[in-house]
């Protein structure tokens, strides 16, 4: 199994990124994926979750209304479209799998992760 997320950068507040996450080696159509983040000193938090089919969405409140996750099965990716983009968003975000069907925003929940992709949002 191998999660390969990209599309991190450094972008000024109020600007937007998309996160990519390309999945290999399982069935990507069968699980639930999310979206976490880790900033230095802090625990991982997740941010956003996608059921197996697309047809379910969640969202942390800090997120949420910002942020927008979706996945392509064709092309085995789940992606992470993030806009008006705050400094308190800057840490290294991380794809994973969820063991089931369906998102949980329970980080254990999850038994692949990918390497991370770092945001930096200045002021």
């Known amino acids: 199994v191998q999660l390969q997320a990209s599309g991190g950068g450094l972008v000024q507040a109020g600007g937007s990124l998309r996160l990519s996450c390309v999945a290999s080696g399982f069935s990507f159509s069968n699980n639930g994926m999310g979206w976490f983040r880790q900033a230095p000193g802090k625990e991982r938090e997740f941010v956003a979750g996608?059921?197996?089919?697309?047809?379910?969405?969640t969202y942390s409140d800090s997120v949420k209304g910002r942020f927008t996750i979706s996945r392509d099965r064709v092309k085995n990716t789940v992606y992470l479209q993030m806009s008006d983009l705050k400094p308190e968003d800057t840490a290294v975000y991380y794809c994973a799998t969820s063991r089931t069907s369906y998102s949980s925003s329970h980080y254990s929940q999850y038994n692949y992760w990918g390497q991370g992709t770092q945001v930096t949002v200045s002021s």
């Open positions: 996608i059921s197996w089919n697309g047809a379910s969405t």
